[in-house]
């Protein structure tokens, strides 16, 4: 690292190259309503770097209300949803569209790794493809 970087910005520097890779490939854009499925330290920089690329509605998961209380003090307007242990990634999706707006949730960023929630992402997805297929 170079000398004018600190131990503490440059353990900063993975989560956001993570975080930055995620939006650019996931294209996101103004008014894209985004969920980001775990609050922790990649979500969370991920949350600040889809807020800075102007999504809306944001949404963001996690089964620690700790970290769920993070997310709103670095990003006041993001909506939060408290996952359960014994909630389904089925009835989770169908919790989380609630707060997609009319277009639903536009893109899904998995932050978290664990199955069930990998699965919730791919179900609120594929509910909003279903809806737009049905609909035609």
């Known amino acids: 690292m170079p000398d004018n970087i600190s131990f503490e910005e440059g353990a900063l520097l993975e989560p956001l190259s993570v975080a930055l890779a995620a939006v650019t490939r996931a294209n996101l854009t103004l008014g894209m309503s985004t969920l980001i ?9 991920t949350l600040l770097c889809a807020s800075a ?8 998961t996690d089964l620690d209300q700790g970290r769920l209380e993070w997310a709103t003090k670095l ?10 242990k014994e909630d389904n990634p089925k009835d989770l999706a169908e919790k989380i569209k609630a707060f997609g707006g009319d277009e639903g ?11 069930s929630s990998v699965a919730s992402a791919i179900y609120v997805q594929s509910l909003l493809n ?4 049905s609909s035609r």
Request: hydrophobic share 45%; net charge negative; with cysteine.
């Open 105 to 115: 949730i536009q893109c899904a960023l998995e932050c978290t790794g664990v199955e």
């Open 53 to 60: 690329a102007g999504c809306e509605p944001l949404i963001i």
């Open 37 to 45: 499925c775990g609050a922790g330290p990649i979500g969370l920089v």
């Open 130 to 133: 279903f809806e737009l297929t």
């Open 75 to 84: 990003v006041p307007r993001v909506k939060t949803v408290k996952v359960e």
